[in-house]
Antibody, heavy 119, light 108 residues
């Protein structure tokens, strides 16, 4: 059973950089799956941010592309998200998830971590 | 970007009743790339349906999905108390992957 766990600071200052890591257990990040970050502002809907393959290939949501970097560490079985120049609008629960390898739906999710942008 | 519009925004029903949730896409989505998720307060979304009509592992058969092109439907045949939650449709056929705004299913 694949499990994902997000970690990182819960509070980030405006104009700073949000950094999160997702640890994958029960499976290899080098499998034939892509891996995604998704966020959900409090009381609102879901927004896909970016995805990465173990080779390092990436795909970003154009709405965030200029501020987002996604990376993978195969030795640690983790992947990470960096979001720069954050504002209060970036306050959200951030989820990591696994993309199904055929049809790209999100079959496994982390529990999510709330990141608040505030001074 | 494909915009998914879900209706209704809120659906008030009683246990035992049938629920019908709609998801309309701004352009055609291959059925293979349409999924439905259930989210309860404080929890991550849970995959219910993929490929428009295939139930995910462990999902009861009272949940069913249908549709094609731009119109998709999630049906819950007989509501159980644990079914009340927010439901999202999602497309992965075209990047950026997008979600509908959600339908809240509440107890009447």
């Amino acid at each position: 059973q694949v499990q994902l766990q997000e970690s990182g600071p819960g509070l980030v200052k405006p104009s700073g950089t949000l950094s999160l890591t997702c640890a994958v257990s029960g499976g290899s990040i080098s499998s034939s799956n892509w891996w995604s970050w998704i966020r959900q502002p409090p009381g609102k809907g879901l927004e896909w941010i970016a995805e990465i393959y173990h080779s390092g290939s990436t795909n970003y949501n154009p709405s965030l592309k200029s501020r987002v970097t996604i990376s993978v560490d195969k030795s640690k079985n983790t992947f990470s998200l960096k979001l720069s120049s954050v504002t209060a609008a970036d306050t959200a629960v951030y989820y990591c998830a696994r993309n199904d390898q055929l049809w790209w739906y999100f079959d496994y999710w982390g529990q999510g971590t709330l990141v608040t942008v505030s001074s | 970007e494909i915009v998914l519009t879900q209706s209704p925004g809120t659906l008030s029903l009683s246990p035992g009743e049938r629920a019908t949730l709609s998801c309309r896409a701004s352009q055609s989505v291959s059925s293979s790339y349409l999924a439905w998720y259930q989210q309860k307060p404080g929890q991550a979304p849970r995959l219910l349906i993929y490929g428009a009509s295939s139930r995910a592992t462990g999902i009861p058969d009272r949940f069913s999905g249908s549709g094609s092109g731009t119109d998709f439907t999630l049906t819950i045949s007989r509501l159980e108390p644990e079914d009340f939650a927010v439901f999202y449709c999602q497309q992965s056929g075209s990047s950026p992957y997008t979600f509908g705004q959600g339908t809240k299913l509440e107890i009447k």
